[in-house]
């Protein structure tokens, strides 16, 4: 008896044991991954994804990209935004640092939401927890043959190695949280003989930091009238270098 009330009792304990660690992360709050704040400054490697040689290839074109929270407004809606600007250079610094674009990052009650080049899209929803998923991408027109941003249509963002380390180009965070916003692929691997259809986006954040990678990619592989690339297709990479 002594011995089935041990077993009894390990089981319990190791059920206690798997469900803590799966709801450790049941509160917490987006403010940690991705705290906002006027004077904060990221630097990133940008890595950009186009057709080439009349869509024949995609290529890499690589860049330095500075994000600086130049100032934070209340919106029309009462919501607090941040203004942040984009600067550029290549990568070996040669030449000034060049304005690039405006984005905006805007706190609602239970969210993080990110405009650029004219669209929002939702990047991080309260709790950060295995069960939380949602449409980031609901406020972007989607309808095919209307848009040009059908791809991103339906997209479900969820989380992914909540609290896990991740490596990027300034260092390992210990801790971190992963959106992966979406993962299409048809077929399954990439096959120059019939029509492929790739469509991916994933974010990291580290607690106290903010994002320190992110990567979007989307492609449409033509065979007729002859094999290509579709002209909308590209990718961007962006990979943490520093921050203060």
């Known amino acids: 008896m002594k011995k089935y009330f041990f077993y009894f009792v390990l089981f319990l304990s ?4 798997c469900k803590k660690e799966n709801d450790s992360s049941r509160f917490i709050s987006i403010d940690s991954a991705y705290p906002l704040a006027v004077g904060k400054t990221f630097w990133y490697r940008l890595d950009s994804t186009v057709p080439v040689d009349f869509g024949k290839s995609l290529e890499v074109h690589s860049y330095l990209a500075k994000d600086s929270i130049e100032s934070s407004y209340i919106d029309p809606t009462g919501k607090t935004a941040f203004r942040i600007y984009r600067y550029i250079t290549d990568t070996l ?11 905006t990052a805007t706190l ?9 080049n004219n669209l929002r899209f939702i990047k991080l929803v309260n709790p950060i927890s295995y069960n939380t998923s949602w449409k980031g991408n609901s406020y972007i027109n989607t309808t095919q043959g209307v848009s040009p941003y059908y791809y991103f249509d339906d997209w479900n963002y969820r989380y992914e190695n909540i609290e896990k380390p991740f490596t990027c180009i300034k260092q390992t965070f210990d801790t971190t949280y ?19 259809d790739r469509r991916y986006g994933k974010e990291v954040y580290a607690k106290g930091v903010g994002l320190i990678y992110k990567e979007l990619l989307f492609y449409i592989w033509q065979i007729t009238p002859k094999p290509a690339f579709q002209d909308d297709s590209y990718g961007i990479k962006l990979n943490l270098i520093d921050y203060k």
């Open 14 to 17: 190791t059920l206690v044991s």
């Open 108 to 116: 609602t009650a239970n969210s993080i939401e990110y405009t650029e």
């Open 178 to 196: 992963t959106v992966l916003q979406n993962d299409e692929q048809s077929p399954s691997s990439f096959d120059p003989t019939t029509y492929n």
């Open 93 to 103: 610094k040669s030449k000034p640092w060049q304005f690039c674009a405006t984005h």
